[in-house]
């Protein structure tokens, strides 16, 4: 039987191979798991939620179905933890706000609804920046995860908790959104690889929206294959999301048996000019080198409305954020002010007193711009500027095949550096928010570790829903450059 080391540290894939032959249990694993987060959860604080009783007794049938050879599926009894903006019916869906702290789930995400019909199980409520705005997790209502290579910095954001607890080893792989770089831009901080599918590939039926033309759904894990597989097991055609993709979509665990083809890669120069850490620079274009050794052809490319990124951004996402969040008013369900005069004040109070400060300063951002008489001066214009930026990604598609870069420009900071600056903060996700605004494929894998011991990331960006290429060139690279075990985490009894 394997034991609790192997369980803990073991891939989402050999977990599910190991729960095949009989070498464990579904219950072994959520038992090892809960000892792991009992030893090093105060420390990484990754978990909002974790219901033990009902992961256990979902383990106990999974258990049962593959004693009567009823297995729904090779990954039946696999855990999977799930950042708290995605619905898992009877579990909270508070999105580290104040304003459904007490808020409990009726239904399942589309996603969740997938993963239960392969028999895995939802193993937690991970931590986030609130309502998946910011880019440290420091946002969320709650104590901030910390990175597990240093506790002292952030693990990114805003799905820090899925990519912390993966890397830490509190669960096999993760689902987590991305908004403007909020899976790439933690994976690359923790270490671990996560995927931003193309817009409409994953159902976003269950995430609570941020900036519904932006959102994705996406995976986080340790193995190329963990996140190709986790891709495959929740995209898909749902007609309960009317961006839904409609048209069949291409197993990507199974291209990835597939040679990768050693097509070109990218460079654009837009992405490392100033402002980049050196170090960061350094293991990124040894990337690019160890592509050109594999046989890539390397090429130089520019996308020239790179700088209007984050401005457009900004406009675009804080106003989709002021419209989705007008429906927090304390009346339906969600925090509610008491004591409140009439319905106007319980409806600026409930929300003053639910929402953070980086919240409020998004919704006020984007009333603004949505505001009568600054309407075409803000949001009709960056649109049209989006629509641009896309048109920079196609045009360079039409001469490579994948697109490389730095997943950010430094490595992880400290906690507490960034939260006195938004600017800066904002900054932190320069090279992941065009993807978004593109509705692009990316994803982040780690390349090494600075001086200090902290992990690097690069990116590579592909044509939409080209994840199947975008996962086998991820994988060439996997194959030759194998990333260290696991942080050296300090132990808290």
Known sequence: MMEAPELTNGTALCLG????????????????????IDV?????????????????????????????????SPLDGVPVAIKDNIASKGEPLTCASRSLASFVSPYDATVTERLRKAGCIPFGRLNLDEFAMGSSTENSSRPPTRNPWDPSRAPGGSSGGSAAAVAARLCPWALGSDTGGSIRQPAAFCGVIGLKPTYGRVSRYGLVAFASSLDQIGPVGRSVSDVATLL?????????????????????????????GKGTLGIPAEYYGE???????????????????????????????????????????????????????????????????????????????????????????????????????YYKRAQQVRTLIRDDFLKAFEEVDAILTPTTPTPAFALGEKTGDPLSMYLADIFTIAVNLAGLPALSMPCGLTKEGLPVGFQLIGRPFAEDRLLRNAAAYEKCHPFPDQPDLPVTA
């Open 17 to 36: 191979r190991a729960l095949h032959e009989g070498t464990t249990s579904a219950v072994g694993i959520c038992e090892a798991l809960f000892t792991r």
């Open 40 to 72: 090093v959860g105060d420390t990484i604080d990754a978990y909002l939620h974790l219901d033990r009783e009902r992961i256990l007794a979902e383990a106990e049938a999974s258990d049962r179905r593959r004693q009567e050879g009823k297995a729904l």
């Open 232 to 260: 495959d097991l929740i995209d898909g055609h749902d007609p309960l999301d009317s961006t839904s993709w409609p048209e069949e979509l291409r197993s990507v665990s199974a291209a990835l048996r597939e040679p990768a």
């Open 275 to 377: 402002g980049i850490d050196p170090e960061v620079r350094e293991k990124v274009s040894s990337v690019a080198e160890a592509y050109r050794k594999m046989g890539y052809r390397i090429r130089e490319i520019s996308l020239p409305r790179t700088h209007l990124a984050v401005p457009t951004y900004y406009i675009v996402a804080t106003a989709e954020a002021s419209s989705n969040l007008a429906r927090f008013d304390g009346v339906r369900y969600g925090h509610r002010a008491e004591a409140a005069g009439n319905a106007v004040e319980l409806y600026f109070r409930s929300r003053g007193e639910g929402f953070g400060p980086e919240v409020k300063r998004r919704v006020i951002l984007g009333s603004y711009v949505l505001s009568s008489g600054y309407y075409d001066a």
